[in-house]
């Protein structure tokens, strides 16, 4: 099975500092991509989404492999994304 393409857009544009939260990765790569290829089935991965903090490392990390960025990039992605969930909780 072939990786889809635009997981190296994503690693542009990781790069290039244009997606700065992880859940922005999605504007330009399906949901269903990635929770394929995890093995996810799409219930788990949405509430995962909405819930970043129930995320697993191992997890993470696959993404980061799939993009081909470093775990670490994620990880801030998604630290990123964990202080807006937060911020926009205590909002509502």
Same mark, same amino acid.
């Given at each position: 099975?072939?990786?889809?393409? %635009?997981?190296?857009?994503?690693?542009?544009? +990781?790069?290039?500092?244009? /997606?700065?939260?992880?859940?922005? +990765? #999605? $504007?330009?790569?399906?949901? !269903?991509?990635?929770?394929?290829?995890?093995?996810?089935?799409?219930? %788990?991965?949405?509430?995962?989404?909405?819930?970043?903090?129930?995320? @697993?490392?191992? @997890? +993470? #990390? %696959? +993404? &980061? &492999?799939? /993009?081909?960025?470093?775990?670490?990039? *994620? *990880? $801030?992605?998604?630290?990123?994304?964990?202080?807006?969930?937060?911020?926009?909780?205590?909002? !509502?």
């Amino acid at each position: 099975m072939t990786k889809d393409k %635009r997981y190296k857009t994503v690693k542009n544009l +990781i790069t290039d500092g244009h /997606i700065k939260s992880f859940d922005e +990765i #999605f $504007d330009t790569l399906p949901k !269903s991509i990635v929770y394929k290829d995890l093995g996810m089935n799409n219930n %788990r991965f949405n509430f995962l989404l909405e819930n970043i903090d129930h995320f @697993d490392l191992k @997890d +993470i #990390f %696959r +993404i &980061a &492999a799939l /993009i081909e960025i470093d775990e670490k990039v *994620l *990880l $801030d992605l998604t630290y990123k994304q964990y202080q807006l969930n937060k911020k926009n909780k205590i909002k !509502s």
